[in-house]
């Protein structure tokens, strides 16, 4: 009998061990349960983390990327425009020390032509011919007036200027550049008083009509501005 409830006992315990077992399973069972969704929340922050970082990197990459463009750019630009002013500088001096070149040459010219001039009209004893250039406006006029007419251009006066002119000097010499006045001793295109006062435009003042016209020019600009001033005067009182 006694045998018979120990195994009974044993049995029993077994049972109950079995069964607490069960449930100490099924308590395990539920915390794991209950871990999972936090583990898996820990996952996905963890990703969305690391994707946010790797994608402000990309941008950070992708802007840097930009301004490194936009320096080259800025930098071939700066190039090019300097290129361009050192090219229009150069041109510029290649224009300026060409222009230069041909003025000293025609200006060589025309004084070679003019002391050739200047020496015939000395061995001859006649008049020293012009060598400047006629502008087409004074065309219509020829020899002295001619000469007078380009030389008044060339002095910074209008054309419209020449019709005074040339009714001033008509009257004063008919443009004869050997006039001279009996009484006063006038000599010239321009009539200086006396005539050596036109040395200081040429030596050649005797013989060269264009050197009495420059000095009978300056003559008029500082003491009437203009040939029509000077006319007008001459016309109110028989002098200039």
């Not at 099924?26 to 996905?44: C, S």
């Not at 060409?98 to 004084?111: F, L, P, R, V």
Request: glycine share 10%.
């Amino acid at each position: 009998m006694k045998r018979l409830w120990s195994r009974l006992g044993v049995r029993v315990a077994s049972v109950g061990l079995l069964v607490s077992g069960l449930a100490g399973g099924v308590y395990l069972g539920q915390d794991r349960d209950d871990d999972a969704p936090q583990a898996q929340q820990q996952v996905a922050s963890t990703q969305v983390v690391d994707q946010a970082q790797q994608q402000a990197e990309q941008e950070e990459q992708l802007r840097l990327l930009k301004v490194r463009e936009a320096t080259h750019a800025a930098d071939r630009a700066h190039r090019a425009a300097a290129e361009q002013v050192a090219a229009a500088k150069a041109a510029s001096e290649v224009k300026s020390a060409a222009s230069k070149a041909w003025k000293a040459e025609t200006k060589a010219i025309a004084d070679k032509k003019a002391e050739e001039a200047k020496k015939k009209a000395e061995e001859t004893g006649g008049e020293v011919e012009f060598t400047g250039d006629i502008p087409a406006s004074c065309d219509e006029f020829s020899g002295s007036r001619a000469t007078g007419c380009a030389l008044m251009i060339e002095a910074g006066f209008k054309i419209e200027q020449f019709s005074c002119l040339n009714k001033l000097w008509k009257k004063e010499s008919g443009w004869n550049y050997k006039a001279t006045n009996p009484s006063s001793g006038a000599y010239g295109i321009p009539q200086s008083l006396p005539g050596s006062k036109m040395a200081s435009a040429g030596s050649d003042w005797k013989t060269n009509p264009a050197t009495q016209i420059k000095w009978g020019l300056g003559y008029i600009e500082g003491r009437y501005d203009t040939p029509c001033g000077a006319w007008s005067h001459s016309q109110s009182v028989g002098w200039y």
